[in-house]
């Protein structure tokens, strides 16, 4: 039935030898517009919100790491990468320069878990050399919260100290005994916590004698 | 005969149909359009980023002009929760910002604080240090640092005043820029008098 009409080349008529890619196309305007728009959107979402979460984290790349303390040696100098320039541009940040002394920030106890508003830490051991430090108390974002003394800051001049030198400081919501680094009154209101360690005129920080440095370990004790 | 003639081309014709939907759509096209959708989003991310500091609307040299005039330290409000006059300052520190611009003439900066520490950083328009010095590093109890540029640095030199020898000079490019002072407060009683010593900080012009 069909050998007679292939004879006559009547069946194949419509079988081109053209390869696929070489084959007129009909042309599908609104695929193709649409096939567009679906790239260029998403491919700017995808730009747009992978930039904007990097730089909402508030924290910049090359970060330096010593137990559960980060500093960003580069950040807010002409070496910084383009990521801690916009931070830094963006949250009208600061920086303390390295004249000035290092700020280091904990996120994390030493065990590694996220360090919370409602719960007790003690921080101890000592720190780096430095002619004076402080060791302040923020929210995630780093602003400062209400407290229940009105102060959320401790310094190396008001600190009492071990015979060997070494303190212990207890961080938490009610007054404790001995360091007292208070928390947010109100810590179920309060998003995160952070310590900011500020070593003012400190040798670690004119140099990059950074890493191996004697940090204090932030331990759990208790929480709400 | 005629109905066999009459299926035949249509069935053909959804075959070339599927050849060519397949060709449209194929896994080719997909990983195609993926690679697009990736290269395109590579570059609007690094374009985001790169373009941020040009358009911060509030970078710290323009929040700086909130606090009072330019070339002059003007102290900042205590860093209490809920009103920080710029983030990430130290709570137990007193602040006083300057704001200058060089095409105005040398910056002189002069300041004598009592406390045990004190420092000042320089910062350009984006942010980034320039120059910092403490109390220490200053070498003396008093702080005097002129600021100029290459061109206001040469001028200088043809006539230099008595006092350069006394003064750190620092010859940069970036024509605008502020300075952060900051003091340490051992002692809310002794914030006043910090606080007088910060104010009466100069950041003026070279006589």
Same mark, same amino acid.
């Given at each position: ?10 069946? %194949? ?9 070489? @084959?007129?196309?009909?042309?599908? !305007? ?33 970060? +330096? ?24 541009? @963006? ?36 720190? !780096?050399?430095? @002619? ?12 400062? +919260? ?14 009492? @100290?071990?015979? %060997? ?11 404790? !005994? ?22 003012? %005129? ?13 940090? !204090? ?8 | ?14 075959? =070339? ?7 449209? &759509? ?85 300041? &004598?604080?009592?406390?045990? =520490?004190?420092?000042?950083?320089? =910062? ?59 003091? =340490? ?23």
């Amino acid at each position: 039935m069909t050998a007679p009409l292939k004879q006559f080349g009547e069946a %194949d008529w419509y079988e081109t030898d053209l390869p696929p890619i070489l @084959r007129p196309q009909r042309p599908r !305007p609104l695929r193709a517009l649409a096939i567009l728009v679906l790239v260029l959107f998403s491919g700017a979402l995808i730009g747009i919100s992978s930039a904007y979460f990097i730089i909402e984290r508030e924290r910049p790349l090359m970060a +330096v790491k010593i137990g559960p303390w980060e500093t960003y040696p580069d950040a807010g100098t002409a070496d910084a990468d383009p990521y801690s320039v916009a931070i830094y541009t @963006r949250g009208a940040k600061i920086p303390l320069a390295s004249g000035e002394g290092v700020e280091l920030i904990a996120r994390t106890d030493s065990a590694g878990n996220k360090l919370l508003p409602m719960c007790r830490y003690r921080i101890h051991g000592q720190t !780096p050399t430095a @002619r004076l430090w402080t060791l302040t108390a923020t929210n995630s974002s780093g602003r400062l +919260v209400e407290t229940l003394p009105g102060r959320s800051d401790l310094t190396s001049r008001q600190l009492l @100290r071990e015979p %060997d030198g070494s303190f212990e400081i207890t961080a938490s919501t009610t007054p404790q !005994p001995g360091n007292w680094l208070p928390l947010a009154a109100a810590p179920f209101t309060t998003e995160g916590l952070l310590f900011n360690l500020r070593l003012y %005129d400190a040798p670690v920080s004119t140099g990059s004698a950074l890493k191996g440095v004697t940090m !204090p370990a932030i331990d759990l004790v208790d929480c709400l | 005969m005629i109905l066999s003639r009459m299926a035949k081309p249509h069935g053909a014709l959804t075959r =070339f149909a599927t050849i060519r939907g397949s060709r449209r &759509s194929g896994p080719g096209n997909l990983i195609t359009g993926l690679l697009a959708v990736l290269s395109l989003a590579a570059i609007v991310h690094i374009l985001v980023v790169l373009t941020i500091p040009q358009n911060a609307t509030h970078s710290a040299y323009s929040n700086a002009a909130r606090f009072g005039p330019d070339r002059a330290f003007n102290l900042l409000p205590d860093v209490v929760p809920g009103a920080e006059p710029l983030p990430g300052l130290d709570p137990a520190m007193k602040h006083a910002l300057c704001r200058y611009q060089l095409d105005d003439g040398p910056v002189l900066f002069t300041a &004598s604080i009592p406390v045990p =520490f004190w420092s000042m950083g320089l =910062f350009n328009t984006r942010g980034d240090t320039i120059y910092s010095v403490n109390n220490r590093t200053a070498g003396s109890e008093t702080l005097s640092m002129l600021v100029l540029t290459t061109e206001q640095l040469s001028i200088l030199r043809e006539n230099p005043p008595e006092n350069l020898d006394d003064l750190i000079v620092i010859e940069t490019e970036n024509t605008e820029g502020f300075a952060l002072l900051r003091a =340490f407060v051992p002692h809310p009683s002794e914030a006043g008098q910090i606080g007088r010593a910060l104010h009466a900080a100069s950041c003026g012009l070279l006589r």
